[in-house]
């Protein structure tokens, strides 16, 4: 459903991404692996248009997201969420989630289509729903990231690191919210992860990134034993 | 569509009401206390548009009430007064449109700084082009009696107030709040902010340029300095401090105040007015952020979460 081609990015002489190409399969959970500084949330900007890629594109089956306005790729469908979470602060839950509702894509596609209650019910947000975002705490406002993107009405959902920070059983929750994203409303989603137990459980595929390069790619478990890996999460076997 | 709230009726039949009142008093004094109380509702109405909904702070509205003045000038005689006003109202709107799209790039202080530098760039460049004319001010003689312009902006203070309300429950007005939280995220999911900010700024340009002709009107004559005078835009800053910037009360609250604490005191200890004032804007700053309007919230709690839904 989303291809990525040859996609670079430089800041000045700093090569945050280098030829990084896949495919995300449409229904899937794709995952994207790295330490930090690897370019993941990199990745992530220039898919939703936040950032312009150096080089490469972006397609969303046969639409080209690259070189459109941040808000047309929400418009086409690609809702992302913030590593660094940016609530609308002095709005209150529902109202961040209304203002998705109310945005977001122009071609709102079966189960996608779901309503304030729905998503306030499924982030887990009913009981704060009337709070100002900004009051939240830190785990409420990841789900507010959730939930606002749900409110777009994607067809591709990117989460990047909606789990750092939460406790296990928060982590555990929020396994579960990703799981029927994916199943109930038929959303396709990316998601970039440190918590790696988290990551390998739920994607279907996933991607490794290293100073902006693939290293390796494939089911997770796979990817688990790749030597390259090791190497970059563990350091070099002597 | 939701039934009006209190928020939405209170200043629009606040409005109405002095409107309807001032004129039975049979004073012209009235009608011109009343023509510029409605003036600067209607400024500060436009001001909450851009400034108030989508955080852009402008310390430069009075540009567009200065366009408005010397379109209508500049016309004089040609069409009739009305036409001017409107013509005056409509180039102010396009001077937003043109201008809007550089200046509503950059966010925070160097908006603000930008804005009140770009209306002493609009006032030095009509200075000059007088002074190159050989013109010193003109004198506008046999304009429409006070009552005529009295109504006349009461129904700009009207429109604004509506203008204002109107913003806040589209989609236009849930866009602007998203931006003012933070662009970027507004931007990702799916609010085009590029076209948004212009629409508000262009909107909150054409009254003004309305209320510019008016002034022009009433005085009888345009001088630059004066038509473009920053303490205009500053005024209008005051009111909303003072009233709030959050929904239509404010700018009703925060020039009502201003107006009546002026005429009570300007007249008579002019000093006293400026130190009043002065420590008004400090308390204001410090005790009560969100004006008057938010005062009043925060004595009913329910009044609850802010801006548009």
Request: glycine content about 12%; aromatic content about 8%; overall charge positive.
């Amino acid at each position: 459903m989303l291809t990525v081609d040859r996609i670079g990015k430089s800041f000045g002489g700093v090569r945050a991404l280098h030829e990084i190409s896949f495919t995300v399969p449409e229904g899937s959970i794709f995952g994207i692996m790295g330490a930090n500084g690897a370019g993941k949330t990199t990745l992530f900007a220039t898919i939703a248009g936040n950032l312009a890629p150096s080089a490469g594109e972006v397609r969303l089956r046969d639409l080209r997201l690259t070189g459109l306005p941040p808000h047309r790729i929400a418009g086409a469908g690609v809702a992302r969420t913030f590593q660094i979470v940016r609530p609308f602060r002095g709005l209150s839950v529902r109202e961040n989630v209304a203002t998705g509702l109310r945005f977001g894509a122009r071609n709102r596609a079966g189960a996608a289509a779901m309503d304030a209650a729905g998503i306030l019910g499924l982030t887990g947000l009913e009981p704060v729903a009337d709070r100002p975002a900004g009051a939240l705490t830190l785990a409420q406002q990841k789900r507010l990231e959730v939930a606002r993107a749900l409110a777009t009405g994607p067809q591709l959902l990117l989460l990047d690191e909606v789990m750092a920070g939460l406790t296990p059983a928060e982590v555990k929750e929020m396994i579960a919210m990703v799981r029927s994203i994916r199943s109930d409303m038929g959303v396709t989603v990316m998601i970039i992860e440190h918590v790696m137990g988290a990551l390998m459980a739920l994607s279907d595929h996933v991607v490794v990134l290293d100073h902006g390069e693939t290293i390796a790619a494939g089911p997770p478990a796979d990817v688990a034993d790749d030597p390259a890996v090791q190497t970059a999460y563990l350091g070099r076997r002597r | 569509m939701r039934f009006a709230t209190p928020r939405e009726t209170v200043p629009l039949l606040l409005v109405a009401a002095i409107a309807a009142i001032l004129p039975l008093l049979g004073s012209d004094y009235y009608l011109g206390v009343g023509f510029a109380l409605f003036g600067w509702i209607a400024l500060a109405q436009s001001w909450t548009i851009v400034s108030g909904l989508a955080g852009y702070i402008s310390l430069g509205h009075v540009v567009f009430a200065g366009i408005g003045g010397y379109v209508l000038v500049l016309t004089w005689g040609a069409v009739p007064v009305w036409a001017g006003a409107v013509l005056g109202a409509l180039a102010a709107g396009l001077f937003a449109l043109l201008v809007g799209l550089p200046v509503l790039r950059v966010r925070g202080p160097y908006f603000v700084i930008l804005t009140f530098g770009l209306a002493e760039f609009a006032k030095y460049v009509v200075i000059n082009i007088e002074n190159a004319l050989g013109r010193f001010g003109r004198l506008i003689l046999g304009g429409p009696p006070v009552e005529t312009l009295y109504w006349a902006m009461a129904a700009a203070a009207l429109a604004g107030t509506l203008a204002v309300i109107v913003t806040r429950r589209v989609r236009l007005g849930a866009g602007l709040a998203a931006v003012r939280e933070d662009e970027l995220a507004a931007e990702t999911i799916g609010v085009p902010t590029v076209r948004f900010k212009l629409l508000a700024f262009a909107l909150s340009a054409v009254l003004p340029g309305f209320v510019g002709a008016l002034f022009v009107l009433r005085t009888g004559y345009f001088e630059p300095a004066q038509a473009f005078d920053p303490v205009i835009s500053f005024t209008i800053v005051t009111m909303a401090i003072i009233g709030g910037s959050e929904d239509a009360r404010g700018p009703v609250f925060g020039a009502l105040f201003l107006v009546v604490l002026s005429e009570l005191l300007w007249s008579n200890f002019p000093q006293v007015y400026m130190i009043i004032l002065g420590a008004l804007l400090i308390g204001f700053v410090l005790f009560a952020p969100n004006g008057v309007a938010g005062l009043l919230d925060r004595r009913r709690p329910s009044g609850g979460a802010r801006a548009a839904a």
